[in-house]
């Protein structure tokens, strides 16, 4: 039998945690109350701190045993991460705090797979809640009074928090079409590219498009590790110029990570790994005067990598690669890598492209199940589309054991 979770700080918050879990017992769910504090609780738990505080890495005493708050908080914060995601008795979670439970809870919240119900209600939740949330899908429920006693606006919001994870528990949503997802990325200068993939592919599978925006790699993987997604095709890699050169829209250094860890059929290629992204032109790092800039409108200036770094950037990719076991086709483009890197275009630089895939030949370890491939096209040209499905296809077929109809053409 699975239970809705509700978390708290029975040190401070006891009071407001036990009417909340009877919220949802009174809405038709057995509630498992859980405490994530780092002193002694004022009412009686299910599940308590010590228990939680156990599953950090140091053990129980890394998190309770301190006088220092706000270390505990972190300590407490990254063992219910740890705790969390191993329960396997979870139908949701329901938190309630101000700042600090709010960081100890969602950070558990944020490990738990996307689509297990999650309503945080905090003090926080009216301002920006990006640090709490990151890419998964946490419902953020402002307090409006703070959690310091009962009251008649603090119990309306704890009702409706209870009975609003006890609908989405209760009622999960239908399984979607049995066609498998597919996660890509685009970027604007990639668009041509990656829509005309999906056009190809959207017949036979659900394709789910992400801006790599930083947030938008992450949110991509994030679905690859909760084994929603059968493939990815990675076309737009730009987040790790960002990620290397100071960027506004990185990825983090795990890019990469879920393809690694889940060994999905994985097509990839270099799209827009000719500009670094910044904001206005006034936000661009003096490090960066003098170089070649491209306004994309009056709030995101771009910045093109030179041969010195798109090497760097290939070393790095490259580097990544060598991690996945599983099957990888990584398709080089050699005429251009968006839409202002084509002949004619702001971003055109042969040279600097060709660092880029020289790098990424030069460090990939190439065997039967990773494979790079050079293309005589840009990467919004049909044909690049047309090569990056047969090879999915290929790879995915050759996963399930059956042949590939429409095998991808080595142009190197």
Not at 42 to 53: F, G, L, R
Request: proline residues 6%.
């Amino acid at each position: 039998m699975k239970h809705i979770y509700v978390v708290g700080t029975a040190d401070t918050k006891g009071e407001e945690l036990v009417y909340l879990a009877s919220c949802v017992e009174a809405a038709g769910s057995r509630p498992v109350l859980v405490d994530v504090g780092t002193r002694r609780p004022t009412v009686m738990v299910d599940i308590s701190a010590e228990t939680v505080a156990a599953a950090h890495p140091g053990g129980a005493a890394a998190v309770l045993s301190g006088d220092d708050r706000g270390t505990a908080i972190a300590a407490m914060g990254e063992a219910f991460a740890r705790f969390l995601p191993a329960r396997d008795d979870v139908a949701g979670v329901v938190g309630m705090g101000g700042g600090g439970g709010t960081s100890i809870i969602t950070a558990g919240m944020r490990r738990l797979p996307l689509g297990l119900p999650k309503v945080m209600v905090s003090t926080l939740a009216s301002g920006d809640v990006a640090p709490y949330v990151d890419v998964s899908d946490i419902i953020m429920m402002p307090s409006v009074t703070d959690l310091a006693g009962l009251n008649r606006v603090s119990r309306v919001i704890l009702k409706n928090a209870a009975e609003a994870i006890t609908a989405m528990a209760n009622r999960p949503a239908q399984e979607a079409a049995s066609k498998p997802a597919l996660g890509l990325t685009m970027f604007g200068v990639t668009t041509p590219c990656v829509t005309a993939i999906v056009e190809r592919l959207k017949a036979d599978h659900d394709c789910l498009v992400f801006h790599a925006t930083g947030t938008g790699g992450r949110a991509m993987e994030k679905l690859a590790d909760s084994g929603l997604l059968s493939g990815v095709l990675d076309i737009t890699t730009t987040e790790v110029c960002d990620l290397l050169f100071g960027g506004v829209l990185p990825a983090t250094e795990d890019r990469f990570g879920a393809i690694a860890r889940t060994d999905l059929p994985y097509v990839g290629s270099v799209g827009a790994l000719d500009m670094v992204n910044f904001w206005a032109p006034e936000t661009v790092p003096e490090r960066y005067s003098g170089r070649l800039l491209y306004r994309h409108n009056p709030n995101v200036t771009l910045m093109r990598t030179t041969p010195e770094e798109c090497a760097a950037i290939g070393r790095w990719i490259g580097a990544k690669l060598n991690l996945c076991s599983g099957p990888v086709r990584f398709l080089i483009p050699e005429r251009g890598v968006s839409a202002l890197d084509i002949e004619g275009g702001a971003f055109f630089d042969p040279a600097a492209d060709a660092a880029l895939f020289e790098a990424l030949e030069a460090t990939v370890d190439r065997n039967d199940r990773r494979r790079i491939e050079r293309l005589p096209l840009h990467i919004n040209d049909p044909q690049f589309a047309d090569a990056a499905v047969a090879a999915y296809r290929d790879i995915a077929n050759s996963e399930r054991g059956t042949d590939a109809s429409n095998p991808p053409q080595d142009h190197s």
